[in-house]
């Protein structure tokens, strides 16, 4: 979650002073007998501009402290409390725009704190107790919601919200700090697209994946973290539904208005999937391009070679089951396959 971030030392310029000096002059920067600062007191860094200027009560902060950037413009606006224990803090980026607006405790963060950027939109709040995130923290882009979190005793603890950069949104809850419980992703229209559950962090028991139709498309089973099995959904043409796991396809590709897929046991289907989205469905990472114009793509053990064919001088794929016809490369798809194979010479 993006938020403005404070460029100076926060924390040490509200509660304490460093590399700053006092120029007593008038009635400023006194003290009384005790040694106590009392009154107005005005700070100069090194650089003899003026850091800081407010007034003292018995030693503490008391009231009102500007701060300052080099150039004179005002940095920051405090308002001490409790013998300078608690402030109300008001930040400024140097057009005068307020970017931060938060309150001390015991010289902690506390309760709310906006964020804003330099046109003045809010681009986030956070929650504290006494210096620890507590409550829900969010973040904003043009005004709308993009990503908020429950915090509890400065861990993730509750409900998790967040926009998908594809459209639509997930929901997840988190439990002392990882990911634990129910997990969903939704399209724009409110879709269910993304089923499942984390333990301790990790992803568990069955995951179901679904098209913005609502169909299911996948359906995974996992066990701390690991994998153990895929399998993805095929449209007959009966509009019946055949579930088989994502490693047993040897291949597939479209032909005209339907998509034809070849398994490694030699099975042959023709099915209502299209290949451009099926690919995103079995995973890309464990199959290759064989020709873009066709949409064909080969897991990696059913392709066993390219060879140049000399009567149309183009690169003809060998695979395993056979096709039941010669399946040649496109210019493209051709370049990675012999990079694959250690022919791009």
Known sequence: MKKTTITFGLFIFLFSISQ??????????????????????????????????????????????????????????VHYLNKGKDATYKSFDENGTVIVEG?????????????????????????????????????????????????????????????????????GYYKNGKLDGKYEEFSESGTALVKGQYL??????????????????????????????????????????????????????NKGRIMCVKTLSGETLQVQNKAEHFIEVVGETSFLVVNYEMKFYANYNAVKSIQLNPENDKWQVILSPASDFEVFADKEAAKGLRIYFGQDE
């Open 103 to 171: 309150f001390y405790k015991n010289e902690k963060r506390d309760s709310l704190w906006n964020f804003y950027n330099p046109s003045g939109e809010k681009i986030a709040v956070e929650h504290y107790k006494l210096g620890k995130k507590d409550g829900i923290n969010a973040g904003y882009k043009n005004g709308k919601l993009q990503e908020s979190i429950e915090w509890k005793n400065d861990e993730k603890d509750g409900k998790w919200y967040r926009e998908r950069i594809m459209g639509g949104y997930l929901v």
């Open 200 to 253: 301790d962090n990790n992803q568990t028991g069955e995951w179901q994946y679904f098209d913005e139709k609502g169909q299911l498309e996948k359906v995974e089973h996992w066990k701390d973290g690991q994998l153990l099995k895929n399998q993805v959904i095929l449209r007959t043409l009966q509009q019946t539904n055949i579930i088989l796991p994502a490693d047993s396809i040897a291949y597939f590709y």
């Open 20 to 77: 700053t000096f006092a120029q007593s002059s008038g009635g400023t920067n006194l003290t009384d007998k005790q040694g106590k600062k009392q009154g107005k007191w005005i700070m100069y860094n090194n650089h003899n501009t003026k850091f800081s200027e407010g007034t003292y009560k018995d030693g503490y902060r008391d009231g009102d402290f500007t701060y300052y950037f080099p150039n004179g413009n005002t940095k920051a606006i």
